[in-house]
């Protein structure tokens, strides 16, 4: 055989790769090119950038999602240990009180206790109660307003569209009762 097959059959690039390869030189380059080259960016610990229409930071030195909804996965996350005493919150009422007061059931029990050793518990626990009833309060007003102002409209297989309103008589007397509750309602708040 004639040496000028050998030549055709590699080229430089693949002899510079067998080069490397036994120089164990594994991220060497062999060929040298233009074209388009990503920019990257060295982002710290606490930097937000915005990358593909997306928000981004870096937290513990995890590369993480800003997304709207963060605010309401932090108020939802239950601690491992309570951030007062430090105990376990593995218990269902630990996590339960957590949710309202912002800590575990024994410091609840504790805090309670000194507010009943203060003379302020009846106040507290007023509160407490009446907090609940006015939110209860203005979700009912909430759903009796979208009850009302729900309008259903259909189209019917020939291309029609029925109303199906219900009498106006009907939602104003709703409206009627649910503000004689309310006036109740608040009557017992005060």
Not at 77 to 102: D, E, F, N, Q, T
Request: charge should be positive.
């Amino acid at each position: 055989m004639s040496e000028s097959y050998l030549k055709k059959e590699f080229k430089e690039s693949d002899i510079q790769r067998a080069r490397n390869l036994i120089n164990k030189d594994f991220t060497a380059k062999t060929k040298s090119s233009t074209g388009y080259q990503k920019a990257y960016a060295r982002h710290e610990e606490g930097d937000i950038w915005e990358e593909s229409g997306k928000k981004w930071t870096i937290k513990n030195g995890v590369r993480q999602n800003i997304t709207k909804l963060d605010a309401a996965k932090k108020a939802a996350r239950v601690p491992l240990a309570c951030p007062k005493c430090g105990g376990s919150m593995k218990h269902h009422l630990a996590k339960k009180m957590y949710k309202i007061h912002g800590f575990c059931f024994d410091c609840t029990i504790n805090y309670e206790a000194e507010l009943r050793k203060a003379g302020l518990y009846k106040k507290y626990e007023k509160n407490m109660i009446q907090g609940s009833m006015k939110s209860f309060a203005k979700d009912l007003t909430a759903w009796v307003q979208s009850f009302v102002d729900y309008n259903p409209t259909y189209v019917t297989e020939h291309g029609d569209i029925e109303d199906w309103n219900s009498n106006s008589s009907e939602k104003n007397k709703v409206l009627n009762n649910l503000k004689e509750y309310l006036e109740v309602l608040d009557k017992h708040l005060d």
